[in-house]
T-cell receptor, first 114, second 116 residues
Framework: AQSVAQPEDQVNVAEGNPLTVKCTYSVSGNPYLFWYVQYPNRGLQFLLKYITGDNLVKGSYGFEAEFNKSQTSFHLKKPSALVSDSALYFCAVRDGGSQGNLIFGKGTKLSVKP | NAGVMQNPRHLVRRRGQEARLRCSPMKGHSHVYWYRQLPEEGLKFMVYLQKENIIDESGMPKERFSAEFPKEGPSILRIQQVVRGDSAAYFC??????????????FGPGTRLTVT
C-alpha cells in the first residue's frame, strides 16, 4: 500500500534562515509526489509536484523540493524563511496511477519566528 | 477562472439530521474528490467521482454516506443521520481529465460540519 510519512509534527525556524520539512514515501510503482500548504481555516494550496525528470522541483512562493529515490524522500525546502510561511504543510502521494486520489501525510506545522 | 467552490462553509446539524455538502469544481475540470479532515489530522480520501460515475468510493463509510456528481450541477456529499463523530472539515478537490496527467488537485475552502 502507498503511504507518506512526515516525521516532524512541528518545525521551528527563525526568519531568514533556511527551512526543511521532511517527507518520506512508500509506493509500489512510479511515485507521483505533491506538497500542499494549509493556512488556518482554509483549503489546501498546491505548492509543487514531482512526476519525473529533474530531482529538484521548484514551486510557488520560493519553495522547492528534492526527490531522492534511494532514500524515498521528498523534502520541502526554502532558502530563506518568511514569517508568512507559517502554516501547515502536507506531503502527498498519488494512489493508483495518474488519476487516483491523494494519500496525505499527517502534516507538519511550520512556525517562523521574527 | 473561479476556483473550487464549496457551500456551505459552516454547517451545524443536530444528531440524526441530514447534512448535504456541495462542491462545484473548477471550470473545465471533470474529476472530483472528497476528503475529510479530523482535528489535528491529515486529509483522508473518501470518494472519487467523474460526471455521473463513482470511480472509487473505497474511503467512504459503508453506511449513511453517499456522493454524486450529476451531469448538471455540483457534486453532493450526503451524510444521513449524522453523529458527533461526523464533525470534521470536508474538502472537495477537482482536477482536469486524464490526458496529459498526472495533475495536481485543486482544493476548495472546505465545509466545517459540527454535529451537536
Amino acid at each position: 500500500a502507498q503511504s507518506v510519512a512526515q516525521p516532524e509534527d512541528q518545525v521551528n525556524v527563525a526568519e531568514g534562515n533556511p527551512l526543511t520539512v521532511k517527507c518520506t514515501y512508500s509506493v509500489s510503482g512510479n511515485p507521483y509526489l505533491f506538497w500542499y500548504v494549509q493556512y488556518p481555516n482554509r483549503g489546501l494550496q498546491f505548492l509543487l509536484k514531482y512526476i519525473t525528470g529533474d530531482n529538484l522541483v521548484k514551486g510557488s512562493y520560493g519553495f522547492e523540493a528534492e526527490f531522492n529515490k534511494s532514500q524515498t524522500s521528498f523534502h520541502l525546502k526554502k532558502p530563506s524563511a518568511l514569517v508568512s510561511d507559517s502554516a501547515l504543510y502536507f506531503c502527498a502521494v498519488r494512489d493508483g496511477g495518474s488519476q487516483g486520489n491523494l494519500i496525505f501525510g499527517k502534516g507538519t506545522k511550520l512556525s517562523v519566528k521574527p | 477562472n473561479a476556483g473550487v467552490m464549496q457551500n456551505p462553509r459552516h454547517l451545524v446539524r443536530r444528531r440524526g439530521q441530514e447534512a448535504r455538502l456541495r462542491c462545484s469544481p473548477m471550470k473545465g475540470h471533470s474529476h472530483v474528490y472528497w476528503y475529510r479532515q479530523l482535528p489535528e489530522e491529515g486529509l483522508k480520501f473518501m470518494v472519487y467521482l467523474q460526471k455521473e460515475n463513482i470511480i472509487d468510493e473505497s474511503g467512504m463509510p459503508k453506511e449513511r454516506f453517499s456522493a454524486e456528481f450529476p451531469k448538471e450541477g455540483p457534486s453532493i456529499l450526503r451524510i444521513q443521520q449524522v453523529v458527533r463523530g461526523d464533525s470534521a472539515a470536508y474538502f472537495c478537490a477537482s482536477s482536469p481529465g486524464t490526458s496529459g496527467g498526472p495533475y495536481e488537485q485543486y482544493f476548495g475552502p472546505g465545509t466545517r460540519l459540527t454535529v451537536t
